[in-house]
Each structure stands twice: as structure tokens, then as C-alpha cells.
């Protein structure tokens, strides 16, 4: 191929690569080692009450020659990432003693522990890492499960029923996050359907929403829901291209339904796998939606919630840029060894 085809071809992604990942990303860096504020002065006012008048100090912006704010910018280095990863409550936790209960009884391995996991995920990053990875660690396997199930009954049933069971399986898939959160957060409200009917079969008055274990476990099951689709509709399409003959050849060979499925279909459809389970990682260490509607981050935070929280309530782009690049760097270490799986596989199948 020519060179200038190649260049042809390439440099409009070379370049879209570039404004749309590049420089974004070069940027939430340069931000993250640098702090920067308003310069302010105190000046005194009087202030009238009923009761007299008094003087207060009250801060006031500078103004430059042109009548802006002055703007002071510090370099900060890594402190902004030492603030995020709240790195003085860490060391301060892990050096607690922890030999001797409040009771005064001497405390086993497991109780010092669970008491310094504790202390660990009350620090506001630990504790939004912690959940992030249980969401992520729980919802895979689930929906790999459930995606497969449905694509296989799926392609079962007659080609008349599969238009119709397609567009309901992908239902939650369309339903955009934020609506699909709140839909089935009203289902569990304390006078909702479904806390209604728990309570009738003699379950009892269950506050979904007032504790912090039943507020995760919907969290996981929204994300169970909102993903289980797309990895139906990539495995269905994947069925469709199982070659007949294998599957015809191990029938006649004496392979049971089962282990047709586990020596012809899965193995085919493993590249498929490893495609869906690399993006429901990265979707699943960015939730966000479910936490904002859920808990707003009371009983279940993520690091996603926690970079807006920075940015919505502290007002510092600088520390959250540094919370971004650590849920970054994150999702890179969560999908290195997937990528390297799938590097050795392609160079082994063209060696």
C-alpha cells in the first residue's frame, strides 16, 4: 500500500485520538499537580444593628489592573493525588493499635482485621475503591451468566418469537441509566410495591433506602439489569456465526447438549467474551448514575461519585483531575491482564 493511502487512512484517527483522548488527558494532568485561588485581602466594614454597631473582617478579592481577580497558581505536585488518597487518615488508621477489644480483652487476627479494613474505607477514597471493586468484582460474572442464558434460550425458540424477546431483552439497555435507576428506586421506597408486598408475606417493614447493605445490593442489581443486554445481544450475534457443521459433527460423535455447548459453543464464543467482559469493566468502575440516585454516596460511594463530589462541592478541579487520574489509572490495571490474554491469543492464532 502506498504511503500516502496509509496516511489516508490513518491520520483521521491518528488525530481524533489526539483532540478527543490526548490532550484532554495531558490536560487532567497538568491541572492535578497544580493549585490555584483567588488572592483575597481582609478589609474591615462597619456593620449597623439594632444594637450599635460593630467592625468586622470580612475577605475581599483583589483585582488586577484591569479590574479582574488575581488569580494565584501554586505548584502542588502530588499533594492534590496525597489529599485524595487521604493519605494522613490512612497512615493514621494503620498505625492504630488494635491488641486489646474496647472491652479490654485481647483481640484475635481476624478482629484486628476487620477493624482495619474498617478504618481503612471510612477514609472517603478507601471506601469508594472498596465498593467500586465489589460492584465490579460481583456484577461480571453475573451478567456474563445471564447474558449467555438468554442469548442461548433466545436462539432456541422459533423465528417468530425472537423479534419480540429481543426487543424485550434489551429494554433496560435503552432505558437511559439515571431514568432506570430512579424506576426501580421507586419500586423500594418505604410505602413502594415492592416494600408493600415483602411486608404482607410477613417479611416484615424492610427501609431499603436506610441501610447501608440493602442500598448496595440494589445498586448491584440496577447494574445487573442495565448490563446483562448488551452482553445478550453481542453473544446472540455470536451464535449466529457457530458454524452447523461442528456442532453437527459433535452431536453425531456423541456430545451431549452440555458438552456441545462446552467443547463447540463457548470456546467459539470466548473472543465475545473477553470483548463484553473488557467493557462492562471499564462501565463497571465508572458507575455513577445508580450511586447519584441510590445514596448519593451514604452507605455506597464509587470514585466516579466521588470526583463529582470534589468538583460539585469543593469547587477544586484540581483534586478531582487527581481522583480522575486514579480511577484512570485504576480501570488500566484492571484491564492489563485481560489486553495481555488477548495479545498472546491473537499472536499464537496468526503465528
Same mark, same amino acid.
Given at each position: ?183 426501580? +428506586?421507586?419500586? @423500594?421506597?418505604? /410505602? $413502594?410495591?415492592? %416494600?408493600?408486598? =415483602?411486608?404482607? &408475606?410477613?417479611?416484615? +417493614?424492610?427501609? @431499603?433506602?436506610? /441501610? $447501608?447493605?440493602? %442500598?448496595?445490593? =440494589?445498586?448491584? &442489581? ?130
Amino acid at each position: 500500500m502506498p504511503f500516502r493511502t496509509f496516511l489516508g487512512f490513518v491520520l483521521p484517527s491518528v488525530v481524533a485520538m489526539l483532540m478527543l483522548i490526548a490532550l484532554p488527558l495531558a490536560g487532567v494532568v497538568y491541572l492535578s499537580l497544580w493549585n490555584s485561588y483567588t488572592k483575597t485581602s481582609f478589609v474591615e466594614t462597619t456593620v449597623r444593628t439594632p444594637v450599635g454597631t460593630r467592625v468586622e473582617r470580612r475577605p475581599v478579592a483583589e483585582l488586577d489592573a484591569a479590574g479582574n481577580p488575581v488569580i494565584v497558581r501554586e505548584w502542588y505536585g502530588s499533594r492534590n493525588f496525597e489529599t485524595v488518597l487521604g493519605a494522613s487518615n490512612l497512615a493514621e488508621a494503620w498505625e492504630r493499635d488494635r491488641s486489646v477489644s474496647a472491652t479490654g480483652q485481647p483481640t484475635s487476627a481476624w478482629q484486628r482485621f476487620t477493624a482495619l479494613f474498617r478504618d481503612v474505607t471510612n477514609v472517603k477514597f478507601w471506601g469508594a475503591l472498596e465498593f467500586t471493586l465489589l460492584y465490579t468484582a460481583v456484577t461480571t460474572p453475573i451478567i456474563l451468566a445471564l447474558g449467555f442464558l438468554i442469548a442461548m434460550g433466545v436462539n432456541s425458540v422459533v423465528r417468530e418469537l425472537k423479534g419480540v424477546l429481543i426487543f424485550a431483552s434489551l429494554l433496560p439497555f435503552i432505558v437511559t441509566p439515571v431514568v432506570g435507576s430512579l424506576s426501580i +428506586k421507586w419500586l @423500594f421506597l418505604d /410505602n $413502594a410495591i415492592i %416494600t408493600v408486598w =415483602l411486608e404482607q &408475606l410477613g417479611f416484615g +417493614k424492610i427501609y @431499603f433506602m436506610q /441501610n $447501608a447493605f440493602t %442500598t448496595r445490593l =440494589l445498586i448491584i &442489581l440496577v447494574g445487573i439489569w442495565k448490563a446483562t443486554p448488551f452482553v445478550f445481544i453481542v453473544l446472540y450475534a455470536g451464535l449466529q456465526t457457530v458454524p452447523s457443521e461442528t456442532r453437527e459433527a459433535a452431536i453425531i460423535d456423541g456430545a451431549n447438549r452440555w458438552q456441545t455447548i462446552r467443547h463447540v459453543i463457548i470456546p467459539h464464543l470466548m473472543p465475545l467474551f473477553v470483548f463484553v467482559t473488557l467493557i462492562h469493566l471499564m462501565d463497571a468502575y465508572r458507575v455513577f448514575e445508580p450511586i447519584l440516585v441510590f445514596s448519593g454516596g451514604q452507605g455506597a460511594d464509587s470514585l466516579q461519585h466521588l470526583t463529582y463530589k470534589i468538583l460539585s462541592d469543593e469547587q477544586n478541579f484540581h483534586k478531582a483531575s487527581a481522583a480522575a487520574l486514579l480511577m484512570v489509572l485504576g480501570i488500566v490495571v484492571l484491564l492489563v491482564p485481560l489486553i495481555i490474554k488477548t495479545y498472546k491469543d491473537q499472536r499464537r492464532a496468526f503465528a
